[in-house]
């Protein structure tokens, strides 16, 4: 998609419709990964953020933002026995910065009532900060320092990971100045580590002997399912504990992905051009 919205940029011509855009935005946001595999939005979370935009042309324009929202997944939601039986969960507040290249289907030009509106699409490049948590105990608990699929200490996950944005939107002027967008964006991390979730399960004991009980208890928690259920596991011919060492825990081939859905208000200064 970027290089189709860089061929486009380099195809059209510049104009008269330049200059910057800033504005905010108020919506939801979702995740989607190895605890949210059959794309459920059942935990919408509210996003907000802001964000700038330059525009080159009636066609083209950048954007830069700063966002804030929070993720969750819970395996109890899932239609799969496995993943219900796995029963993780995971909460995390999510904040990004984004580029992204804008492309307009349509000719946009700021208070033309013609040319005032224009479906367009976008790609660019974002730098994401998680934290993932879960509950235990009635408190939540962050999860990396913690070494659920066998880190070593010193060898924890980051906690901060690029990833590529892309989606699309609608946006329609109000006024010369003011216009409302609404777009939907995700972000593709390079991480597979939003849920905590990535790889195989390890060795219970020496999580446990690395970094406490409280750690082990939060590596396999179908003991926890089996406790309140134990016919589940029966009924469904599945073995117990799930977490046995070396079974798969998630899905490293598949790295996670969160989406933002808002509409915002965006403030055109006219004729305030990029001094570069």
């Not at 399960?201 to 409280?214: F, Q, R």
Request: negative net charge; hydrophobic residues 40%.
């Amino acid at each position: 998609m970027l290089s189709l919205l860089l061929l486009g940029f380099l195809l059209t011509p510049a104009s008269a419709q330049e200059g910057w855009e800033a504005g905010g935005w108020l919506g939801v946001s979702n995740y989607f990964g190895d605890l949210n595999t059959n794309l459920r939005l059942n935990r919408l979370h509210a996003a907000g953020g802001l964000a700038a935009r330059y525009n080159f042309n009636e066609r083209v324009a950048v954007k830069l933002g700063a966002n804030l929202g929070k993720v969750s997944a819970y395996d109890a939601d899932s239609d799969n026995v496995f993943e219900r039986a796995r029963n993780l969960h995971f909460a995390s507040i999510i904040f990004d910065g984004i580029a992204q290249l804008e492309f307009n289907f349509l000719p946009y030009f700021h208070g033309s009532k013609d040319q005032g509106w224009t479906p367009y699409l976008f790609a660019g490049f974002g730098v994401t900060h998680f934290n993932p948590k879960a509950e235990i105990d009635n408190r939540w608990v962050e999860l990396a320092p913690l070494g659920t699929e066998g880190q070593f200490r010193g060898e924890e996950y980051s906690t901060l990971s690029a990833g590529w944005v892309y989606g699309a939107g609608f946006k329609i002027d109000l006024s010369y100045e003011w216009s409302v967008n609404i777009e939907l964006s995700a972000r593709r991390l390079f991480s597979d580590y939003l849920d905590d979730v990535s790889t195989v399960y390890p060795d219970v004991e020496d999580v446990e002997d690395l970094h406490g009980s409280i750690a082990a208890r939060l590596v396999d928690r179908s003991p926890e399912l089996f406790q309140e259920d134990p016919d589940f596991f029966l009924l469904n011919n599945l073995e117990f504990p799930i977490g046995q060492e070396g079974r798969q825990r998630g899905n490293s081939k598949d790295n996670d992905t969160y989406v933002l859905f808002g509409i915002g208000l965006m403030y055109y200064f006219g004729d305030l051009k990029c001094p570069y």
